[in-house]
């Protein structure tokens, strides 16, 4: 009977797999086995992609498909990032702003500073004159030569007020808005937070749609892996059936295709790297221009190396998913 | 080796293919099995290499209760039996070395132990020499000679053959034949399907008759 060792050995590696308490057991003989399913799993890990590169029309299609999808998903999630990026200078701006009048004197305009600067839920109150603010405008608007063009400066003075701390979020900053508005020299009172949590909520609605639409295009690639996975399973159907007679456990049979989903998804991931890249690079140029237009610090934010290698691992990722999801249910069906 | 006792297959569609079959194989006997066609030679071997599963009668190989063997235990089994087919079921796009090499690779033996193991089961059926070849390249007769290399390649308990010479003429039969009596001489039991009454006639084996599902000779 000695043709039983080797397979009662065998048995014992995958009982050893299972239980990793038992290698000290198993001894030397274990390594040997460990070695035998590293290069079982190199051997898969390889062939799949020796498959791959032979079946090069499939695989292509395929990949520049994923990779369209994955990339829709990345620049959508780019869009946002940079969006909200327009917000972060603004967040702690939670100041008022009362224009007054065009017939209120600078004279009166302090006056009523120093009264504001009396409310006990005042911090801090800053007269900005009609020169001050065009000069502000004439800096940051990228309008100045229009407004040089004025015979007579449209800008009103602005009164400043920044309410103390503790007046931050409840409704008590609302009224204070309200009897400020009361004041006759008031014309107009802003809230300054209110435009920068409307402008927050916007990006926070973009970023649950993108998302969303991240969520769908990961199933989309999870399907469409899928689907190419079922194509080559039914290709290799006899391989996988002769396979299995000669004792192939459906893990084995199973193995080489996760692998090619693996393929898929991870060259997917890169591919649509590029392409997330090269729009951005694209676009570069203009949004800087624009951005020096407004007198911004604006930069575009491009992926980063953290983000890059979580595209890359979450498309391998799905491409494995989405065939183990086919392969799971049709391997135990061929014998 | 190998025990059936009592054992039945229905399909829904067509009733009973095989009724009460009992037989016994001894370690190292070699036997034929026989009947005409659609007498349930081919269902009783899918019943052994477990690609049928019947619920009526016992199974034993090697110790083992094949009718109650858990689907994920098959493989097991199945690596101590090798197969043979008429239709040899070679992969085509695969050299005569990864063909053999299949059921080593399976297994998951080292490459060097795989090399090694492949040269002497092409040896032992003469086609030591053409590794790098692909099976479309070969004769029928080499054909099955390597599908007969991939079936002894990891010493199996058993070979199973399901009409080997059906596509072979009389002489590339009796050279497979002979390979076979060669197994059986190192303690490897044999079973092989055949309708080919000459070439059982001429070889005195034990001769396993089945008829419309039920066994009438060589219980």
Redesign the interface.
Known sequence: MQQHKPRHNHNRVIEAKRNTKQTSRVGGDFSDKLRAYRDLHAHALFSSLGRLVAARVNAVLTIIVLSISISLACGFYLLVENAEQLTTDLETSNQISLFLRDDVSLASATRLANGIQLDPSVQAVKVITKEEALKEFEDFSGFGEAIKALEKNPLPIVLQVIPKNSLEDGQNIETLVENFKQAGEVDFAQLDLQWVKRLQLMIEVARVSVTLLGVLLGLAVLFITGNTIRLELHNRQDEIVIAKLVGATNNFVQRPFLYSGFWIGFFSGISAWFIVTLMMLVIKQPIEKLSMLYNSSFHLVFMGFFETVALILISAGLGVAGSWLVVHLQVRKIS | MLKFDNVSMRYPEVGDVLRNVSFHLEKGEIAFLTGHSGAGKSTLFKLI?M?ERTQRGKITFNNKDLIRLRS?KV??V???MG?IFQDY???NDRTVFDNVA??L???????GEIARRVRAALDKVGLLGKERKYPLTLSGGEQQRVGIA?AVV????MILADEPTGNLDPELSAEIMYLFEQFQQIGTTVLIASHDISLISKLNHRVLKLDHGQLVSGE
Do not use: A, D, F, I
């Open positions: 290499t690609m994920s493989p097991w199945r690596r101590e197969l079921k070679l992969l299949l059921p690779v399976v297994m998951g033996y080292s490459y991939r990891n010493k199996p308990l």
